[in-house]
């Protein structure tokens, strides 16, 4: 079945760096614009980041443009969020996310259908 | 970056009530407008894409319409599973942005 799975959440000082995996499975990996979505605990979503289907074109939220990075290795069915200097305010859960609908020119127009379970990032020291 | 306003940011409804959550944009979105259902300690589930366009699998009490900058997700017939919060997401330009939130609780 369709299933993305993070990993790599936890609790990491002020400054820090962490590395987030979304392990994907039961689908066209390389046909998926993914992206990368977050949300305080009983507050609303935020956007983090979008990569195109080959990894051509990555896109920000202007909160972590310079800090983060996502990337994705087709090969291995797997999306990444390198993140670095990370604030207190990046504390969030944290879901990978994709689709296929608009591939594969409008791979972030026509909203995201397959989300991950989310994984818990705490920046505390 | 497009502001996108949702209202009410709650509300209470009985079950077989129509419900109507609307979304103001700052700026047209031509179709570009998307709605997600999530509950509590739960993912965001995909509802309507590019204005009216029903997802796969999403009952078809759940519509959409919209004119550029204001948007509507109506529920026709509120069901108990249909307890939850939706948020709509504009995917019309980069930095993307999700509303708010409408929490839709029993009455």
Redesign the interface.
């Known amino acids: 079945q369709v299933q993305l799975v993070e990993s790599g959440g936890g609790v990491v000082q002020p400054g820090r760096s962490l590395r987030l995996s979304c392990a994907a499975s039961g689908i066209t990996f390389s046909s998926y614009g993914m992206?990368w979505?977050r949300q305080v605990p009983g507050k609303?979503?935020?956007?983090v980041a979008?990569i195109s289907y080959d990894g051509s074109n990555e896109?920000?939220?202007?909160s972590v443009k310079g800090r983060f990075t996502i990337s994705r290795d087709n090969s291995k069915n797997t999306l990444y969020l390198q993140m670095n200097s990370l604030r207190g305010d990046d504390t969030a859960v944290y879901?990978c996310?994709g689709?296929s609908?608009g591939y594969p020119d409008y791979y972030?127009?026509?909203?995201?259908?397959v989300?991950?379970?989310?994984t818990t990032v705490t920046v505390s020291s | 970056?497009i502001q996108l306003t949702q209202s009410p940011s709650s509300l209470s409804a009985s079950v077989g009530d129509r419900v109507t959550i609307t979304c103001r944009a700052s700026q047209s979105l031509s179709i570009?407008l998307?709605w997600?259902q999530?509950k509590p300690g739960k993912?965001?589930?995909?509802l309507?894409?590019?204005e009216s366009?029903l997802?796969?699998g999403v009952p078809s009490r759940f519509s959409g319409s919209g004119s550029g900058t204001d948007f509507t997700l109506t529920i026709s017939s509120l069901q108990p599973e249909d307890f939850a919060t939706y948020?709509c997401?504009q995917?019309y330009s980069?930095?993307?942005?999700?509303?708010?939130?409408t929490k839709v609780e029993i009455k």
Not at chain 1, 44 to 47: A, I, P, Q, V
Not at chain 1, 115 to 118: I, T, V
Not at chain 2, 94 to 101: K, Y
């Open positions: 992206h979505v609303g979503l935020e956007w979008v896109y920000y939220a202007d879901y996310a689709t609908l972030f127009r026509y909203g995201v259908d989300w991950g379970q989310g | 970056d570009y998307n997600y999530q993912a965001p589930n995909l309507i894409y590019a366009n997802q796969s948020y997401q995917t980069i930095p993307l942005t999700f509303g708010g939130g």
